[in-house]
C-alpha cells in the first residue's frame, strides 16, 4: 500500500522560502517519477515539478522556473520542493504525487499519478 506524506507547508513573507517534503512508503521509490502539484482555491489543480526515478531528469512548470528546485533522496524514500522567491500567487495546497507505473518520463497531466499526499497549505503573504 503506497502512501506519501508531504510537510514543511505554512505561512512566509514574499521573497521567503519553504521547503517542502514528500515521504514514501509501499513500493520501490527509486522506480517511480515523484512530482508535485499545486491548488489554488477555485482552480484546478496544476503540475509544479517533478523528477525521474533517479534524481537526474527534472522537468519544472514556467511558473516556478528559477525560483523552485525538485529534488529526491532514495536513500531515504523522500522527494523535495524547495521553493525560493515566494509570491503571493504561490499560496496554494501543495501535493506531492507518485507515477502509477514504472518509467522515467515526467508527465505534467495529474491523471498519470495514482497516488497522492494528504496535501500541505502553502500561503505567502504580500
Known amino acids: 500500500q503506497v502512501q506519501l506524506v508531504e510537510s514543511g507547508g505554512g505561512l512566509v513573507q514574499a521573497g521567503g522560502s519553504l521547503r517542502l517534503s514528500c515521504a514514501a512508503s509501499?513500493?520501490?521509490?527509486?522506480?517511480?517519477?515523484m512530482a508535485w502539484f499545486r491548488q489554488a482555491p477555485g482552480k484546478e489543480r496544476e503540475f509544479v515539478g517533478g523528477?525521474?526515478?533517479?534524481?537526474?531528469?527534472?522537468l519544472l512548470a514556467d511558473a516556478v522556473k528559477g525560483r523552485f528546485t525538485i529534488s529526491r533522496d532514495n536513500a531515504k524514500n523522500t522527494a523535495f520542493l524547495q521553493m525560493n522567491s515566494l509570491k503571493s500567487e504561490d499560496t496554494a495546497v501543495y501535493y506531492c504525487?507518485?507515477?502509477?507505473?514504472?518509467?522515467?518520463?515526467?508527465?505534467?497531466?495529474?491523471?498519470?499519478?495514482?497516488?497522492w499526499g494528504q496535501g500541505t497549505q502553502v500561503t505567502v503573504s504580500s
Open positions: 509501499g513500493r520501490t521509490f527509486s522506480n517511480y517519477v
Open positions: 523528477i525521474g526515478g533517479t534524481g537526474v531528469s527534472t
Open positions: 504525487a507518485q507515477r502509477t507505473t514504472e518509467g522515467i518520463i515526467v508527465h505534467t497531466d495529474r491523471w498519470k499519478y495514482r497516488y
